[in-house]
């Protein structure tokens, strides 16, 4: 009996452990919106009829709202008098995919109000991104709450930069609770989507170590870059693509650019500088299916980073301010 009771407590215990570590769950409006997975998907295909480069501003939306006081939607909050948000921060320059966003939540509030968060609308809209741009589909557990809070100096504490190395990479990452498996995984977002010059130009024209261009970078592909991107700005910041391969498709040719010294960022091509991670981007750029399963994996468990959850935070009615 003694044996019973404590096999009973030590299941108990691992049930709530396994349950406070995974507050999200699949279907989470599955009763009180149950169309709600639906809207944000209606919203998603629409706006990609219109321009299908949203699915990249949307999973680039996610990734930096959840890198930034966790995935609470702190990103769609507006400045307000006294207080900048993070929208005006230069880390998250181009960012887009609001309007989506806000499609969506007028939608969900019609029909179900104050029961959505502005947090979980914003992963389901980066989930039906991938799926329309890389054909990989993955189930997105729901039950994140909104932020109330919104800075304009957190990005630059929390974001990883352009020009980080390696270590760098895996430090930031790490702080958020990934591997570096897993932030090799990610970074194949950047095979959709486009950078501002201003992100790389130091790689063509004043790179460091006696060298005016970055010598990782393949030089018919600097070639390439310097015509689009000019070294006299006239005040100006034009984009470019981030894969000059497949630039609308979400695939592992990401991979396959940076073993030719393609990768535009300097963060990117680190990963094929660094033994560390080399052999990663190797596996990534042969196995194009297990590297599908492995962004659709990753991509829930960075939905998960600190997340609200039961009474904390809100639900907005409007994303862009708080209740």
């Not at 963060?267 to 660094?274: A, I, N």
Request: proline letters at 5%.
């Amino acid at each position: 009996m003694k044996f019973f009771c404590y096999f009973v407590f030590l299941f108990l215990c691992i049930n709530n452990s396994f349950i406070n570590s995974a507050p999200l769950k699949n279907g989470f409006y599955q009763k009180s919106c149950p169309s709600a997975e639906a809207m944000v998907k209606d919203a998603v295909n629409r706006a990609y009829v219109r321009d299908s480069g949203i699915a990249a501003a949307l999973i680039r939306l996610h990734f930096h709202d959840c890198f930034v006081r966790g995935c609470d939607a702190s990103i769609l909050l507006d400045s307000k008098s006294g207080q900048k948000s993070e929208k005006e921060s230069p880390m998250n320059k181009g960012v887009q995919g609001f309007e989506v966003i806000d499609d969506a939540k007028a939608q969900i509030e019609a029909q179900c109000p104050n029961t959505v968060s502005c947090a979980d609308i914003i992963a389901f809209a980066a989930r039906d991104s991938v799926s329309k741009a890389g054909g990989i589909y993955y189930s997105t557990p729901g039950g994140r709450r909104d932020g109330k809070i919104s800075l304009i100096d957190d990005p630059l504490k929390n974001l990883p930069g352009e020009f980080f190395n390696v270590t760098q990479l895996k430090l930031n990452f790490a702080r958020k609770g990934l591997s570096v498996a897993e932030m090799v995984t990610l970074s194949g977002a950047h095979s959709i989507g486009d950078s501002h010059c201003s992100s790389f130009r130091k790689r063509l024209y004043s790179f460091s170590g006696g060298h005016a261009q970055d010598p990782s970078l393949d030089p018919t592909y600097a070639n390439d870059l310097k015509g689009q991107c000019p070294k006299s700005t006239n005040g100006s910041d034009l984009i470019v693509p981030n894969d000059p391969t497949t630039p609308t498709k979400l695939d592992n040719n990401y991979y396959k650019n940076l073993k030719v010294n393609k990768g535009l960022l300097t963060s990117d091509q680190v990963l094929w500088g660094s033994p560390t991670t080399r052999s990663m981007v190797k596996v990534n750029a042969n196995h194009p299916r297990n590297w599908s399963m492995k962004f659709a994996k990753a991509m829930v468990h960075m939905g998960s980073i600190d997340v609200l959850i039961g009474e904390q935070g809100e639900i907005r009615k409007n994303c862009r301010v708080v209740n």
